[in-house]
C-alpha cells in the first residue's frame, strides 16, 4: 500500500494494518522529510492519544494529515510506531 498527496509517495509498505478503516503503515516506512511535527493530539477513548504531523511537499502543507498513536492503550499495543494518514491522502494499492 502506499500513502500519497500531491503525487507524491509519502509512505510505501506491504505491513499495513486496518483499524476502524484506516491504514497504519510501519513508521520505517513512512519517508520522514516529509513530515513536520504538529502540536495538535487528540484523545481516543479507546486508542489512547494520537499525536500529528503535518505533511510538506514541494512547498505545500496538509496540516495535521497523518497521527500516531506513541503509546496506545491496551488492546491496541500493534499500532504503535506507526502512521496513519486523512485529509486528501490516498492510499492505494
Known amino acids: ?4 498527496w500531491h503525487g507524491t509517495v ?4 506491504d505491513d499495513t494494518l486496518i483499524v476502524d478503516g484506516n491504514h497504519y503503515f510501519p513508521a520505517a516506512s513512512v519517508r520522514r522529510g516529509f513530515l513536520l511535527s504538529s502540536n495538535t493530539k ?26 500516531t498513536y506513541p503509546e496506545p492503550r491496551e488492546g491496541f499495543e500493534s499500532l504503535r510506531d506507526r502512521f ?3 485529509k486528501g ?3 492505494v494499492d
Open 1 to 4: 500500500m502506499k500513502a500519497v
Open 10 to 13: 509519502v509512505a510505501d509498505s
Open 42 to 67: 487528540t484523545m481516543s477513548s479507546t486508542k489512547g492519544q494520537a499525536s500529528y504531523w503535518t505533511l510538506f511537499v514541494d512547498g505545500d502543507t496538509n496540516p495535521d494529515a497523518a497521527w
Open 84 to 86: 496513519a494518514f486523512w
Open 89 to 91: 491522502v490516498q492510499i
